[in-house]
């Protein structure tokens, strides 16, 4: 406020000086002026105020340019804090409420819709005081050379603010209206271009066209409309504008005639009424702004607090003291409801002993997510309460459940950045040092953002009990080694690549074994399927510069890196290989083009291919002007971004187009001019020796040293576990497992299979070694065998942690010292699951469908939501014994047959004898759903041959399900093809 007020005076002078100019200097009568007691000539005065003048506009002009910058800087810094707190109430939000809002819309608020905000934050107070202060000086300055001036100035301003306000609403308005036919108009023409077969088919383009001319004459009238306003309104202002001046030359010139006001008054008014205008504009948009904005702020606002928000006191900081949480699990009259309203779990009511192995079996995934999301806060009970070691989960800070209750399920949610990263999550509560860079961590504090820097020290192994971080990483090491030998991630670290000089032992230790492990591959068969890197053979897993070079590059090539080595690329045109390897590139892309297309980089078979879209697309580009002119034509970056594709591509990907002539050509010249062109690469590559290791490989390359042949096919996991068993034999399979911390994982952990997502899980519920762990069918990818040797390791390093196992069912119920089991929510009492007291007779029925449903594997897996609109139109179906439900050839309009109770006879008519039995559906069967997705008269007849009770689905209900939910579809896909293997 103090920088923008310092702005008036100046602005002031400027006005005030031209005035002195043309009435002191030029307009002086005589040739010396007195001024404050001081003589000057007319000519040093004229020079003096026309320095100020200078002076004066600069130094305005800097003022100005300060507040500008201050400005920006306040908006940053408010949008930052406004954007770190709706990412911070996002943390705070009621897990049934993302359900409701989208992803993508609370991404779009945050980022796009926020961002035109956080310049009215820094305009909020300095904009109207800075531009209303420069309205007030200038018509101070008006009203001080004359008072009709400043009422001119300011007669026609009320009349503006009435009129223009009123008539942009209207153009507003038209413009609607024009958004409104223009997407009319972008339908026609999209059902236009979709029908561009029928239309001519049938003869009906120059309708067509009639139609499409009338809607382009409605745009047309409306523009025309809006320009009709748009100008007219112009007109309005610009006349307005130019009617002030009017006044002022004529009431100004005529007092100026008069002797009233000086000349230089007169044109010193007329120049800061120009200055008038920009103010004024700038106060209207200002208020514009502003009304745009309070509706953004509402909407933003309305959808960033929504009801059943966290308590925030309970995120902030760390908690004093961090109780233990070991002893028993109370569920007193727990009932949990989803965002609809509808129970979830209902009048939970027991106790799980502390320290114990607790199985709860529930059908429902949404039942076992529920319970999991109890017992770790991520929703709260709508009545009941739920109590561990005594102590009110809902009271207790965040940061104590965080440390004491661990969670992993089947499908985890991982993070970009590494597998360690993902790991030690738990483990990085707090920052342990002071940040590196105290400038950005002084910047986040002025804009209220987290006080924790990112660049401190946050491995806090005393958040797992140990002393060290060593400690806390054989501590994980522990729990991986409970997987078994050469576990799945074990094999996953064959895959990694390294640099030897992070660790040295395991890569001198892989390059002694070499010997030994050709020795087994070929004990075991499996030799045929490496190609072995030998300097006289051409290795078809290589690509061209790797067999060329007899080397594997240190990072990945890319066209930029490759069209950068200008004198290897010089080198290729010397020795004649850019023309053979131009017509090589010319082959695969005509290939890749026929097979994928422009458009079909996202194919999984060509992602099989490691050669990326963009080099693909770039390739593209330059192959039909080297298919005209040639080779010469291209210049040595152009070559370079060409040549990648035969550098990123071995000759067993290419194929046939990799002829023979060119594998000797390139052996020759590996021969004879390699080690010269190496030199000219630098340290890009690190040649092959069978005495060293090479960085550019994986484990598993390093360990044959050569490539694994592409026609191994199902021999793969053999070799594997070849390799796998002679690492472990001599001591590296330590060595190899940490290569996987350091795994990169993509963001939401795209690049990770769920045979490796799954250990995770595991190990980032495990590593802060919780006094509850919750597994939610944890390793569900994996054998028995491995889950039984993970879960005895766990209680071997665990003894005193209470274990919750949730699955849909447990072969042995009798190894747990507790069994639960969850159906509809809730606990099942002497195998019976009831129905409330409370529940009305729709209620119940409705409850009974949807148990009925739950109990069949083909829609076990469905949402409650879901079960929920299939059993609202299913119907309750009962046939005596030898009652026929169908016949064949009926239409399926009845829906399909859920059995329940009895069995029920398909049977195939015959004219020439008695019907013949096809197959007996029994209790939990579906039948004749294969009429209602392929709508085709039943196939056979359907006949009780007991008594039925079944739940007839209805075909819209049955079919939406299909359409809709993938793990039904793909259950059914099973269940036609057991009926083709009978």
């Given at each position: 406020?103090?920088?923008?007020?310092?702005?008036?005076?100046?602005?002031?002078?400027?006005?005030?000086?031209?005035?002195?100019?043309?009435?002191?200097?030029?307009?002086?009568?005589?040739?010396?002026?007195?001024?404050?007691?001081?003589?000057?000539?007319?000519?040093?005065?004229?020079?003096?105020?026309?320095?100020?003048?200078?002076?004066?506009?600069?130094?305005?002009?800097?003022?100005?340019?300060?507040?500008?910058?201050?400005?920006?800087?306040?908006?940053?810094?408010?949008?930052?804090?406004?954007?770190?707190?709706?990412?911070?109430?996002?943390?705070?939000?009621p897990?049934?409420?993302?359900?409701?809002?989208?992803?993508?819309?609370?991404?779009?608020?945050?980022?796009?819709?926020?961002?035109?905000?956080?310049?009215?934050?820094?305009?909020?107070?300095?904009?109207?005081?800075?531009?209303?202060?420069?309205?007030?000086?200038?018509?101070?300055?008006?009203?001080?050379?004359?008072?009709?001036?400043?009422?001119?100035?300011?007669?026609?301003?009320p009349?503006?603010?009435w009129?223009?306000?009123?008539?942009?609403?209207?153009?507003?308005?038209?413009?609607?209206?024009?958004?409104?036919?223009?997407?009319?108009?972008?339908?026609?023409?999209?059902?236009?271009?979709?029908?561009?077969?029928?239309?001519?088919?049938?003869?009906?383009?120059?309708?067509?066209?009639?139609?499409?001319?009338?809607?382009?004459?409605?745009?047309?009238?409306?523009?025309?409309?809006?320009?009709?306003?748009?100008?007219?309104?112009?007109?309005?202002?610009?006349?307005?504008?130019?009617?002030?001046?009017?006044?002022?030359?004529?009431?100004?010139?005529?007092?100026?005639?008069?002797?009233?006001?000086?000349?230089?008054?007169?044109?010193?008014?007329?120049?800061?009424?120009?200055?008038?205008?920009?103010?004024?504009?700038?106060?209207?948009?200002?208020?514009?702004?502003?009304?745009?904005?309070?509706?953004?702020?509402?909407?933003?606002?309305?959808?960033?607090?929504?009801a059943?928000?966290?308590?925030?006191?309970?995120?902030?900081?760390?908690?004093?003291?961090?109780?233990?949480?070991?002893?028993?699990?109370?569920?007193?009259?727990?009932?949990v409801?989803?965002?609809?309203?509808?129970?979830?779990?209902?009048?939970?009511?027991?106790?799980?002993?502390g320290?114990?192995?607790?199985?709860?079996?529930?059908?429902?995934?949404?039942?076992r997510?529920?319970?999991?999301?109890?017992?770790?806060?991520?929703?709260?009970?709508?009545?009941?309460?739920?109590?561990?070691?005594?102590?009110?989960?809902?009271?207790?800070?965040?940061?104590?459940?965080?440390?004491?209750?661990?969670?992993?399920?089947?499908?985890?949610?991982?993070?970009?950045?590494?597998?360690?990263?993902?790991?030690?999550?738990?483990?990085?509560?707090?920052?342990l040092?002071?940040?590196?860079?105290?400038?950005?961590?002084?910047?986040a504090?002025?804009a209220?953002?987290?006080s924790?820097?990112?660049?401190?020290?946050?491995?806090?192994?005393?958040?797992?009990?140990?002393?060290?971080?060593?400690?806390?990483?054989?501590?994980?090491?522990?729990?991986?080694?409970g997987?078994?030998?050469?576990?799945?991630?074990?094999?996953?670290?064959?895959?990694q690549?390294?640099?030897?000089?992070?660790?040295?032992?395991?890569?001198?230790?892989?390059?002694?074994?070499?010997?030994?492990?050709?020795?087994?591959?070929?004990?075991?068969?499996?030799?045929?399927?490496?190609?072995?890197?030998?300097?006289?053979?051409?290795?078809?897993?290589?690509?061209?510069?790797?067999?060329?070079?007899?080397?594997?590059?240190?990072?990945?090539?890319?066209?930029?890196?490759?069209?950068?080595?200008?004198?290897?690329?010089?080198?290729?045109?010397?020795l004649?290989?850019?023309?053979p390897?131009?017509?090589?590139?010319?082959?695969?892309?005509?290939?890749?083009?026929?097979?994928?297309?422009?458009?079909?980089?996202?194919?999984?078979?060509?992602?099989?291919l490691?050669?990326?879209?963009?080099?693909?697309?770039?390739?593209?580009?330059?192959?039909?002007?080297t298919?005209?002119?040639?080779?010469?034509?291209?210049?040595?970056?152009?070559?370079?971004?060409?040549?990648?594709?035969?550098?990123?591509?071995?000759?067993?990907?290419?194929?046939?187009?990799?002829?023979?002539?060119?594998?000797?050509?390139?052996?020759?010249?590996?021969?004879?001019?390699?080690?010269?062109?190496?030199?000219?690469?630098g340290?890009?590559?690190a040649?092959?020796?069978?005495?060293?290791?090479?960085?550019?490989?994986?484990?598993?390359?390093n360990?044959?040293?050569g490539?694994?042949?592409?026609?191994?096919?199902?021999?793969?996991?053999?070799?594997?576990?070849?390799?796998?068993?002679?690492?472990i034999?001599?001591?590296?399979?330590?060595?190899?497992?940490?290569?996987?911390?350091?795994l990169?994982?993509?963001?939401?952990?795209?690049?990770?299979?769920?045979?490796?997502?799954?250990?995770?899980?595991?190990?980032?519920?495990?590593?802060?070694?919780?006094?509850?762990?919750?597994?939610?069918?944890?390793?569900?990818?994996?054998?028995?065998?491995?889950?039984?040797?993970?879960?005895?390791?766990?209680?071997?390093?665990?003894?005193?942690?209470?274990?919750?196992?949730?699955?849909?069912?447990?072969?042995?119920?009798?190894?747990?010292?507790?069994y639960?089991?969850?159906?509809?929510?809730?606990?099942?009492?002497?195998?019976?699951g009831?129905?409330?007291?409370?529940?009305?007779?729709?209620?119940?029925?409705?409850?009974?469908?949807?148990?009925?449903?739950?109990?069949?594997?083909?829609?076990?897996t469905?949402?409650?939501?879901?079960?929920?609109?299939?059993?609202?139109?299913?119907?309750?179906?009962?046939?005596?014994?030898?009652?026929?439900?169908?016949?064949?050839?009926?239409?399926?309009?009845?829906?399909?047959?859920?059995?329940l109770?009895?069995?029920?006879?398909?049977?195939?008519?015959?004219?020439?004898?008695?019907?013949?039995?096809?197959?007996?559906?029994?209790?939990?069967?579906?039948?004749?759903?294969?009429?209602?997705?392929?709508?085709?008269?039943?196939?056979?007849?359907?006949?009780?041959?007991?008594?039925?009770?079944?739940?007839?689905?209805g075909?819209?209900?049955?079919?939406?399900?299909?359409?809709?939910?993938?793990?039904?579809?793909?259950?059914?896909?099973?269940?036609?093809?057991?009926?083709?293997?009978?």
């Amino acid at each position: 406020m103090l920088v923008t007020a310092t702005l008036f005076p100046l602005l002031y002078l400027t006005l005030e000086l031209p005035k002195r100019i043309i009435n002191d200097a030029i307009g002086s009568q005589t040739s010396v002026i007195q001024y404050y007691g001081f003589q000057f000539s007319q000519v040093t005065f004229l020079a003096i105020l026309c320095a100020a003048f200078l002076f004066s506009v600069l130094l305005h002009g800097l003022v100005k340019m300060r507040i500008n910058t201050m400005k920006g800087i306040l908006s940053e810094r408010m949008l930052r804090r406004f954007r770190y707190q709706l990412i911070g109430r996002v943390l705070l939000f009621p897990q049934p409420y993302f359900e409701r809002v989208s992803q993508g819309e609370l991404v779009s608020m945050v980022t796009a819709e926020s961002e035109p905000m956080g310049g009215l934050m820094g305009d909020a107070i300095s904009q109207p005081v800075l531009q209303a202060g420069q309205m007030v000086t200038i018509l101070g300055f008006l009203f001080v050379q004359s008072f009709w001036f400043g009422v001119a100035a300011c007669a026609l301003i009320p009349l503006q603010a009435w009129i223009i306000p009123r008539m942009q609403r209207q153009i507003n308005r038209l413009n609607k209206i024009r958004i409104q036919e223009v997407r009319i108009l972008a339908a026609d023409i999209g059902e236009s271009a979709a029908g561009v077969a029928a239309i001519r088919a049938h003869g009906g383009w120059r309708y067509r066209m009639a139609k499409i001319t009338s809607q382009l004459g409605r745009l047309f009238e409306i523009r025309f409309e809006i320009y009709q306003k748009k100008f007219f309104m112009k007109f309005i202002n610009n006349f307005i504008g130019q009617l002030t001046p009017f006044f002022f030359f004529s009431i100004g010139g005529y007092l100026v005639l008069q002797g009233a006001v000086s000349l230089g008054a007169l044109v010193a008014a007329l120049a800061a009424y120009k200055d008038l205008s920009s103010p004024w504009k700038e106060l209207l948009d200002y208020y514009n702004q502003t009304q745009d904005m309070s509706v953004r702020w509402e909407v933003i606002t309305e959808r960033f607090a929504p009801a059943g928000m966290m308590d925030e006191s309970l995120f902030i900081g760390q908690p004093d003291e961090i109780p233990r949480l070991n002893g028993d699990i109370q569920l007193d009259h727990v009932t949990v409801r989803d965002a609809d309203g509808n129970a979830v779990l209902e009048d939970l009511n027991t106790v799980l002993p502390g320290g114990r192995v607790i199985a709860i079996s529930a059908s429902s995934s949404e039942d076992r997510k529920a319970l999991a999301e109890l017992l770790t806060r991520e929703v709260l009970p709508a009545s009941g309460t739920v109590r561990i070691e005594g102590l009110d989960l809902k009271g207790l800070h965040h940061g104590v459940i965080a440390a004491r209750v661990g969670h992993a399920d089947a499908r985890p949610l991982l993070f970009q950045g590494t597998f360690g990263d993902n790991v030690m999550m738990p483990i990085r509560r707090r920052p342990l040092t002071e940040p590196e860079d105290a400038e950005a961590h002084a910047e986040a504090m002025r804009a209220g953002n987290s006080s924790d820097p990112l660049d401190a020290d946050w491995q806090d192994p005393g958040a797992a009990g140990f002393d060290t971080v060593q400690e806390l990483y054989d501590w994980w090491l522990h729990l991986i080694e409970g997987m078994g030998p050469g576990n799945a991630l074990f094999r996953r670290g064959l895959d990694q690549s390294f640099d030897p000089e992070r660790h040295p032992e395991l890569a001198a230790r892989i390059v002694v074994l070499r010997d030994r492990l050709r020795f087994a591959a070929s004990e075991a068969g499996l030799a045929r399927f490496v190609h072995v890197f030998d300097r006289d053979r051409y290795n078809p897993a290589l690509p061209v510069a790797e067999n060329l070079l007899f080397a594997v590059p240190r990072r990945p090539i890319t066209p930029e890196l490759l069209a950068s080595q200008s004198g290897f690329l010089n080198q290729l045109r010397e020795l004649g290989l850019d023309k053979p390897l131009v017509a090589l590139t010319l082959d695969v892309i005509d290939m890749l083009r026929q097979i994928f297309g422009f458009d079909g980089t996202d194919h999984p078979l060509f992602r099989d291919l490691g050669l990326d879209p963009e080099i693909y697309e770039s390739a593209l580009t330059l192959v039909e002007r080297t298919r005209a002119s040639g080779a010469a034509s291209l210049s040595t970056e152009e070559l370079g971004r060409l040549l990648t594709i035969p550098f990123r591509l071995s000759a067993e990907k290419i194929g046939p187009a990799f002829s023979e002539d060119m594998q000797a050509r390139i052996l020759e010249l590996r021969h004879s001019h390699s080690e010269t062109m190496l030199a000219q690469l630098g340290d890009l590559f690190a040649p092959l020796d069978p005495t060293e290791f090479a960085p550019g490989l994986t484990v598993l390359e390093n360990a044959l040293f050569g490539k694994v042949s592409q026609d191994i096919g199902s021999r793969a996991d053999d070799l594997r576990k070849m390799v796998a068993a002679v690492l472990i034999e001599f001591g590296a399979q330590e060595g190899v497992v940490q290569l996987i911390y350091d795994l990169p994982i993509s963001l939401s952990g795209s690049n990770l299979s769920a045979m490796y997502a799954e250990p995770l899980a595991l190990s980032r519920a495990t590593i802060r070694r919780p006094d509850v762990l919750i597994m939610d069918q944890t390793l569900a990818s994996y054998s028995m065998e491995t889950r039984i040797a993970v879960h005895r390791n766990l209680r071997r390093q665990l003894p005193e942690t209470t274990m919750i196992y949730l699955d849909d069912k447990f072969e042995d119920e009798g190894v747990f010292d507790l069994y639960l089991e969850l159906q509809q929510g809730r606990l099942v009492t002497e195998g019976k699951g009831g129905i409330s007291e409370d529940d009305s007779a729709a209620s119940a029925d409705l409850g009974r469908k949807v148990r009925a449903l739950e109990q069949t594997s083909l829609f076990s897996t469905l949402s409650r939501k879901q079960l929920r609109l299939l059993a609202f139109g299913a119907k309750w179906f009962e046939a005596k014994q030898g009652e026929t439900v169908f016949l064949k050839n009926d239409q399926p309009t009845d829906g399909a047959y859920l059995i329940l109770e009895g069995e029920a006879g398909m049977y195939l008519p015959r004219e020439d004898g008695p019907d013949q039995l096809i197959v007996v559906s029994k209790s939990g069967t579906l039948v004749g759903e294969l009429g209602l997705i392929r709508n085709e008269p039943r196939a056979l007849s359907m006949v009780a041959e007991t008594d039925l009770k079944c739940l007839r689905i209805g075909a819209k209900e049955f079919l939406a399900v299909v359409e809709n939910d993938a793990a039904t579809a793909f259950k059914l896909l099973q269940v036609v093809a057991g009926y083709v293997s009978n």
